[in-house]
């Protein structure tokens, strides 16, 4: 018998979209609200248990438009590409995403807290990036995974976004992060316009299990 509520556990983790368009742009976020998500996030197994993971958040204007600005610059041409190569494929839910990422990144300044989940790499860690880069993002994504599931059970979302990260210099030049953290992603957050969110259409299980062997 589970200790937990299955029904309310299972529809926050079935629940908790990318939230692009219905980011709420006028709505503050305070402060405690952010903090209180990022120490759920300490929780998140990291390898070795190093909790090498470190957090950038960006709310100050100026910052906030000029971050944006890179994000746009390193996003364009991607988004452009993949939203012109679903129109050729007729792929409608393909051509929604698209159109939901470049209304982003045409918003990203109106977004009112930025996020960039960062974490500390060691010169001796890129030395086998077959093994090291699992174990890297291994120890930063479950902790951003359960910061957005936190945000997501406080009527908040957000979207993992890396496109930012083709001009990444220029983000650790704005905002003074050292040459031994790496960012990771960047995390738009603000309060969601509504909450009834619904699980997504995924392919079936069994076309992607594979129970023993391949």
């Known amino acids: 018998m589970s200790v937990y509520d299955l029904a309310v556990t299972d529809a926050l983790l079935t629940t908790t979209r990318a939230v692009r368009k219905r980011l709420d742009l006028t709505r503050p976020v305070p402060e405690d609200v952010i903090r209180e998500c990022l120490e759920i996030s300490l929780q998140a197994p990291t390898g070795a248990n190093q909790q090498s993971w470190r957090w950038v958040v960006v709310t100050d204007n100026e910052k906030r438009r000029a971050l944006a600005e890179i994000y746009r610059k390193g996003a364009d041409e991607y988004l452009f590409d993949g939203y012109r190569q679903a129109e050729a494929d007729g792929d ?3 051509i929604r995403i698209f159109d939901s990422a470049r209304y982003l990144s045409e918003h990203m ?3 009112p807290v930025l996020i960039l989940p960062c974490i500390q790499v060691l010169p001796n860690m890129l030395e086998d990036p077959d093994i090291m880069w699992p174990s890297v993002l291994g120890s930063i994504l479950p902790a951003m995974w359960s910061f957005q599931l936190a945000l997501r059970a406080r009527g908040l979302g957000s979207t993992y976004t890396t496109l930012h990260l083709n001009c990444a210099t220029e983000a650790a030049n704005l905002l003074g992060i050292p040459d031994d953290i790496k960012q990771t992603g960047l995390l738009p957050v ?3 316009l ?3 969110f619904k699980p997504a259409k995924r392919r079936p299980l069994d076309d992607v299990l594979h129970w023993n062997s391949w």
């Open 92 to 94: 409608a839910q393909q």
């Open 190 to 192: 603000a309060y969601t």
């Open 194 to 196: 509504g909450t009834d």
């Open 109 to 111: 300044a109106d977004v």
